[in-house]
């Protein structure tokens, strides 16, 4: 059974950094593609950044500079490392897991983590 573990959320004022992680089990993360999603107050959930390997990586325009995402295979967890964070990166985020690229392109991910918050004060 897929399971995914999130940590690393927080509070954290603008400018700042946090890094998210996700662990999974039950499949191996380097044989999936994997994603940040996020929903923020109000808001529709949006992609944040997804990876499978070199052949797939892709970040949201509004990340893009700032947000680095990146497997490690050897301990089987997704990180999304968030610098210059702003008030509108305020939201829950959400790890994700496919092993059709085909479904992760098209954001149509089977499993899901359960979200860590993250806050950013101005």
């Known amino acids: 059974q897929v399971q995914l573990v999130e940590s690393g959320g927080g509070s954290v004022q603008a400018g700042g950094s946090l890094r998210l992680s996700c662990a999974g089990s039950?499949?191996?993360?380097?044989?999936?593609?994997m994603g940040w999603f996020r929903q923020g107050p109000g808001k529709e959930r949006e992609v944040v950044a997804a990876?499978?390997?070199?052949?797939?990586?892709r970040y949201a325009d509004s990340v893009k500079g700032r947000f680095t995402i990146s497997k490690d295979n050897a301990e089987n967890t997704l990180s999304l490392q968030m610098n210059s964070l702003n008030p509108d990166d305020t939201a829950m985020y959400y790890c994700a897991a496919d092993f059709s690229l085909q479904r992760c392109v098209s954001n149509q991910y089977n499993y899901w983590g359960q979200g860590p918050q993250v806050t950013v004060s101005s």
């Open positions: 990876i499978r390997s070199a052949d797939f990586t």
């Open positions: 039950g499949y191996l993360i380097s044989t999936y593609c």
